[in-house]
Structure formats: structure tokens, C-alpha cells
């Protein structure tokens, strides 16, 4: 069943991709970087066919793929590349509406399309090309998945627009940087919970209030302060948005002198929070 939901899930991802790209890329000449970038770059320098050099450079970058990420990762991204191709050329027959108009092709059409991409990424599958790159580099370096992508095709994007319409190049750069937000913003979601730390020197009553006022688990730390040499309890939870001023008040009526940081948690997974289930 597990593998139904993925495989779902990336055809529902390659939909969007295909509606970004028939509905606002093709329509208004915007190549987002990838594969069919560089081929088109190679043409124009040495006049080597498209299709090839794309099929060329594709046979490479997925076994690398397979070797770093797995074999079942190329069996995703085998689906997820085929499937892609089909919905893009099924969707033409259907006559959607086109976007001609280049700034509104490149919100929406970044928006779209990273959507997409942020979803077939979630269920472990990859169209192809520079999308099997973008996560091998975050495999090595730690980046997130939409900082790689947007490093791998920037640098496409610019070669590109030396070559072609630097306009449109610049247009790209922006479908390329709102694609690797939305990328991220599908990976971790938004930001809706808060992590507080509390340093107090009444951690206990704190404490006690937040389990019973907000029903939130709290963690206590053992720490010393650098300037006092002074061993101190120090206090960790989660908590949603919405219950951020319970907290503070909380916090303040405990000790009105406490120091508190409270910053955004990306993703919170457990009980309370999100499941651990795609």
C-alpha cells in the first residue's frame, strides 16, 4: 500500500510539472535549467543534436543516481522521467489555456512547478536529469534539496544567457529561484510551530505549567553558565503558533525575569504534532 501512496504521489507531483510547463514555461520560451538546458547549450557551441547529447547525459547522471541513492530511487526516477514525458504531451491535446506573459508565467509557473517538484521529491522519486544531481549534492554536502537544484541550474540558466535571450535568461533565473523555495516550503512546510528555550531560574513551576496549561511535553536541559559557573536547569518545548503568548505568559508570571528564545521549528514530527507517515 506504502508503494501505491508513493508512486501516487509522484505521478500527482509530474502533473504539476507538466501544467507549469504547458500552461506558462513553453508558451513564453522559459528553460528553468535541467538537462535540456545543457543539450541546447552544447548545440548551439558544437552542433550536436538535442535528443542525444540529452539521452547521453542522462544515461550517466542515473547511475550515478542509483549508485548514491539507491536502486529503488532509480526505479522511481525511471517512473517518475516516463510518466512526466506522458503528461506533458497528453496535456497539449487538451488545448489548456497559455500564459503569455513572461512576468506572470515566471510566479506562477515557479510556484507550480516546484510544488510539483517538491512532491515527487517527498515521495523519494526524481524526473531525471538535474533533479538525480540536486539530491546527490545534498546527499554529500548537506544542502536542502532546493538550494541544490537552484545552484545546479543557475549555473545552466547563466551559460544560457550568453547565448540566448539574456531577458529571458534573467526570467529563468527567478522561475529556477521561486521553484527551489516552493521546493523547500513542500519539503519542511510552514513554519507553524515554535521551539522555546527557557532559561529561569524557577524552571520547575514553569514547567509544571506548561504540561498542564498547555498540554505540551517539556524537556529540561542541564546546563552552566559561562559567566556564573552556576549549574542551571534549562528548559526545551514545541509548541504551535497559536499558543506561543499562552506560553510567554506562562513564562512571565513564573519569572518575569527569564530569559527566553523562541525561534521556528521547520518540521515537527510526533505525538502532538505531524505524523511520521508520508
Not at 531560574?201 to 536541559?221: A, Q, S
Amino acid at each position: 500500500m506504502r508503494k501505491t501512496i508513493e508512486f501516487l504521489g509522484i505521478s500527482f507531483g509530474a502533473f504539476l510539472i507538466a501544467l507549469s510547463i504547458d500552461i506558462f514555461l513553453v508558451p513564453n520560451k522559459l528553460v528553468g535549467g535541467g538537462v535540456s538546458g545543457i543539450a541546447i547549450i552544447l548545440y548551439h557551441i558544437f552542433k550536436t543534436p538535442v535528443g542525444i547529447v540529452m539521452l547521453l547525459l542522462n544515461i550517466p547522471i542515473f547511475l550515478l543516481g542509483v549508485k548514491v541513492l539507491g536502486l529503488h530511487f532509480g526505479i522511481k526516477t525511471i517512473y517518475g522521467t516516463v510518466i512526466l514525458s506522458l503528461f506533458i504531451d497528453l496535456l497539449t491535446l487538451f488545448g489548456l489555456p497559455q500564459v503569455k506573459d513572461p512576468i506572470l508565467a515566471t510566479v506562477y509557473g515557479g510556484i507550480l512547478g516546484g510544488i510539483g517538484l517538491g512532491i515527487v521529491f517527498k515521495y523519494g522519486g526524481s524526473t531525471g536529469g538535474t533533479d538525480i544531481l540536486a539530491q546527490v549534492l545534498s546527499h554529500f554536502t548537506g544542502l536542502n534539496l532546493g538550494q541544490a537544484l537552484l545552484i545546479i541550474d543557475g549555473i545552466i540558466v547563466l551559460s544560457a544567457g550568453f547565448i540566448f535571450d539574456f531577458v529571458l535568461a534573467l526570467y529563468a533565473l527567478l522561475v529556477i529561484l521561486i521553484q527551489g523555495y516552493a521546493i523547500d516550503l513542500v519539503q519542511q512546510g510552514l513554519s507553524y510551530t515554535k521551539a522555546a528555550l527557557v532559561f529561569s531560574d524557577n524552571p520547575r513551576e514553569i514547567g509544571e505549567k506548561i504540561l498542564k496549561g498547555l498540554g505540551r511535553g517539556v524537556t529540561i536541559f542541564y546546563g552552566k553558565g559561562m559567566y556564573t559557573g552556576k549549574d542551571r536547569e534549562i528548559l526545551y518545548c514545541v509548541v504551535s503558533q497559536s499558543e506561543v503568548g499562552k506560553l510567554k505568559e506562562i513564562i512571565h508570571s513564573c519569572d518575569p525575569k527569564a530569559f527566553v528564545v523562541i525561534s521556528p521549528a521547520h518540521e515537527v514530527l510526533g505525538e502532538g504534532f505531524k505524523s511520521f507517515q508520508r
